[in-house]
Every structure is written in structure tokens, then in C-alpha cells.
């Protein structure tokens, strides 16, 4: 687990997770991120959108695992900035006493650590600075004070494995983390992909492979491997907006073409 110090924001090249904030209008980012994020949303303008859709996306199947599934314990692994409402103000808005696990391995993130950890009285929550590619997180012992493994957990690896390229070894990482949960535990994924708009998501690589972040974008049959031995709940592996929407998605034209422009794939299994 990451533990030797505190580590030092680097300022001289982007970084995803601050990209992303400012995707979200968010402001814990710096002119270098703001460069990057600008040349991402030239080449794919929809990359806002693709922004908003992930992270409603986290907020509606978090509410469902909690107030449908009664699940009280939520592992977040690629937490990135808090922007508010983040996974834990979703879950114990549901369950005041569900208990929250964060990890990431930004020293950005760490410098919001704070954030993460304002629990309600009934509730848990706590951060862990580690990176899933090479910390055994679910072994922490940080973890371990907060979640019990032996009752069921949502493990949550939202817009993380397009972050994590196939010499790292994505579908074994996935795996080894669920095969530490209890029976009745859920995996919650997003990812985004090639599959709706080509061009533009090549573009999109292109800007985060200069700046030194290796992205690679998944094809639909990819990401349902991810879920493979679980059961995914309804509505499956599907786009993202597709996903248990708050309100009937009945778009056609234009608006149903924005809506698959932003290219993100999401879906929630159960461990049998």
C-alpha cells in the first residue's frame, strides 16, 4: 500500500482526474490540465457530456444497490476529486449507516482525502492512498477497520479500466478483487469506448497518450467480460444513460445521437 510520504502534486503535465473535474465545471485543476481538457473537448466536444453521464451513472446505481439490494458497504477504487455528491453523501443519503472505502493513488485526491471521510454518525467512511494496479487494496487494513469481506460489498470501478491497458493485466486485477467478496456482492463499472463515435475517441486517446496517461478504450464485448461469473442485473452491459435513467429516455434525431456520443458503457453484476 502507498504510505511513504506524502506525494507531490505535479503540475508539469495533465492529469485525469482533474481533467475530469474540469469536464464537470469543477475547479481543482491547473492551467496545464485546462490545455489538455481543451484539446480533449475540440476533438470530442461530448466528452462533457460523457463526464456527467458517468457520474450519474454512479449516483443512480449506488441508490439502487443501497435503498433496492440493502447493500451497506461500498469499496470506490479510482475515486478521483470529490465533486459533490459523491459516492458515500449517495449511499448514506439511502442508508445513514452505510460504510465507505475510498482509494486512489492521485496526490490531488489526497489533498481532498478530508472530504471523503465526513460521514454521517450511523456511517464510515475512510480513504486509502494505493494504486489497483499494484496495492492489494482490499487486503488494507484500513479497509479492514471499515468493511467486513464476510458480508456482501459493492465494489465500485467507475470510469477506472479504460485507465488500465491489457499489459497491465485489467480482467485478472477485476477478478482477484472480486473473488475477495462475500457472496452477494456487486460490481459496479463504467467504460468508455471506440463502439459510438470512432474518430472522435481516437482523438480523445491521442491528447491522453501525449500527456503521458495510457488510455484504452473497450468494445461492449470487452466490458462484459469484466462481469464475467456474475449475474448482471437489468439492464445489463449497456450505454450508460441506458442504465435504470431517473426518467424515461425516449430521445430520437439529434438528441439520441448526443446521448450515444458520449460513449460510455456501464452495467452492474452480482456474485452468485
Not at 499494484?134 to 470501478?157: C, G, M, N, T, Y
Not at 463515435?197 to 469484466?226: I, L, N, P
Amino acid at each position: 500500500m502507498t504510505t511513504s510520504g506524502k506525494p507531490e502534486i505535479d503540475t508539469s503535465r495533465p492529469h485525469s482526474a482533474r481533467m475530469y473535474d474540469y469536464y464537470l465545471g469543477g475547479k481543482d485543476w491547473y492551467p496545464v490540465d485546462e490545455v489538455a481538457a481543451e484539446k480533449v473537448i475540440k476533438v470530442c466536444p461530448q466528452i462533457r457530456l460523457t463526464a456527467e453521464t458517468n457520474r450519474s451513472f454512479m449516483h443512480r446505481a449506488t441508490r439502487a444497490l443501497a435503498t433496492e439490494y440493502g447493500v451497506r458497504q461500498f469499496v470506490d477504487i479510482g475515486t478521483g476529486i470529490p465533486t459533490p455528491p459523491n459516492l458515500h453523501q449517495v449511499a448514506q443519503e439511502a442508508a445513514p449507516d452505510a460504510r465507505v472505502v475510498y482509494a486512489d493513488h492521485d496526490a490531488t485526491v489526497l489533498e481532498y482525502a478530508h472530504v471523503l471521510m465526513r460521514s454521517t454518525p450511523e456511517g464510515r467512511t475512510a480513504y486509502i492512498n494505493a494504486d489497483v494496479r499494484e496495492d492489494p487494496i482490499l487486503d488494507s487494513p484500513q479497509l479492514r477497520e471499515v468493511i467486513d469481506l464476510d458480508k456482501p460489498v459493492a465494489l465500485s470501478l467507475v470510469a477506472l479500466l479504460h485507465f488500465v491497458p491489457d499489459d497491465c493485466k485489467p480482467y485478472e486485477i477485476v477478478s482477484g478483487l472480486v473473488d475477495k467478496l462475500a457472496s452477494g456482492s456487486f460490481l459496479v463499472l463504467s467504460h468508455c469506448t471506440y463502439d459510438f463515435d470512432q474518430v472522435a475517441w481516437q482523438g480523445v486517446k491521442k491528447v491522453y497518450d501525449a500527456g503521458g496517461t495510457t488510455v484504452q478504450w473497450r468494445a461492449k464485448e470487452e466490458v462484459e467480460s469484466f462481469f464475467d461469473g456474475l449475474e448482471l442485473i437489468d439492464p445489463q452491459v449497456t450505454a450508460a444513460h441506458d442504465w435504470r435513467p431517473d426518467a424515461p429516455v425516449e430521445a430520437t434525431g439529434e438528441e439520441a445521437d448526443l446521448l450515444r456520443s458520449a460513449a460510455l458503457y456501464a452495467g452492474v453484476g452480482r456474485k452468485p
